[in-house]
């Protein structure tokens, strides 16, 4: 194989981070580190799990005056439930907040990071979705993970679905990454085990697609051998989530969205990324279904999967693609070929001679 240089050179990464368990103490004085005269009210955006965890809410530091929206996890974020929470922000004065605290899973933070660009750029979500079309920078955000995996939290995007389009994409720029990140493995205790399972799984795929590429990036590389490692240590282990699995999860979660920043994702991505415009299913248990069939073309990363998956005890979903009409078929291939970039990664530039429609649809069967 070739390896091709990713061209990606100049990184931005979070600003300032705090880990440990108990950190998410130390919320209430970052942001009221961040309060001034002009500015003295925050926005809180939390995970829709924790609106009867009183405890949990309290020690955030919330003030009256401040913003608090409780955010909901059934969908992934559209554009347009993006732009309705700017508005109502809007309308009830919040425009330009001390800072935006995102305390919840990829999708609390994706929207922290959307809303915080927003408040400051003006416009719709839509006009963002692409790379570096944020014009100025956004409001101090500090993100708060409160499950691991998707490395959200490190990124330099907020993954978005335009439900008019089907555009799935986020806004792709250095002022999408969060000023401070706070790590408090002790956050991640309440989740359930099987979304636990594919929440932490998007850490370990991205780092096996990126390993398995051809474009590379020398200190990506260095991000997903540790990330993997960290994988393989809470996966392999008897209990996945023990207090130092858990913290070995955040840690992989952080530096695997260290890692795509510089890298690419392979072919699991594409085929997951269908399966959610196609049929809704969220990125993380899509990603899953999608490894587990992908032995001809990871047979390392899904040999050992299957090793996880069966000594964790966790349950992923079958029969998701019975039933295909010419119509899906159509989409489901549509929508997974549009990913040139991982494609080409994983395959090469003429990846439509490997990937017929044929053995596409072959693949999406056996899900
Ligand atoms: P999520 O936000 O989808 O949440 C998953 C579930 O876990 C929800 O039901 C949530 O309420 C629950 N949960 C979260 N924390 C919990 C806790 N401590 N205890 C109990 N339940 C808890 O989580 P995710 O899988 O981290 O995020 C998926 C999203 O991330 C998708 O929208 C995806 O597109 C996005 N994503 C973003 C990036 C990026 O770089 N920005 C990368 C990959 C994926
Ligand atoms: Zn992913």
Redesign the pocket.
Known sequence: MTILDTGIKVVRNVGRFTFGDGSAAEVTDLVNARRTESSPNAIYLI????KDKKQVVDALGIRGADAKHF?G??K??STQSIDELVVALQASGHTSPATIVGF???????TA?AVANLLTNGGKAAEYQGWDLVRVPGVHKIGV????????E???????TNLETGL?L?MNSDY?VFDHVVLDPS??????RN?YF??GM?AYI?CIEALAGSYRNAIGDAYSRETVNLCRNVFLSSDMMADARRSDLMVASYLG?CA?ATSYVGIVHPFSAAL?VVFGL???VANCIVLNVMSEFYPQAHSEFRKMIELQKVELPTGVCANLTDELRQALIAATIKHEKPLTNALGADFRATLTDARIISLFEKM
């Not at 995970?47 to 924790?50: A, P």
């Not at 993970?145 to 959200?152: E, K």
């Not at 490190?154 to 978005?160: E, F, G, K, L, P």
């Open positions: 995970d829709d799990f924790f955010i996890t059934q992934e974020p919840g899973g990829g999708i609390t933070l994706d990071k993970p409160t499950i691991s995996g998707t490395g959200a490190a990124t330099r995007t907020c993954v978005m799935k986020g999408t956050l991640t205790s309440t989740v359930p979304q594919y929440t998007d991205h969205g795509i959610s969220h990125h993380c």
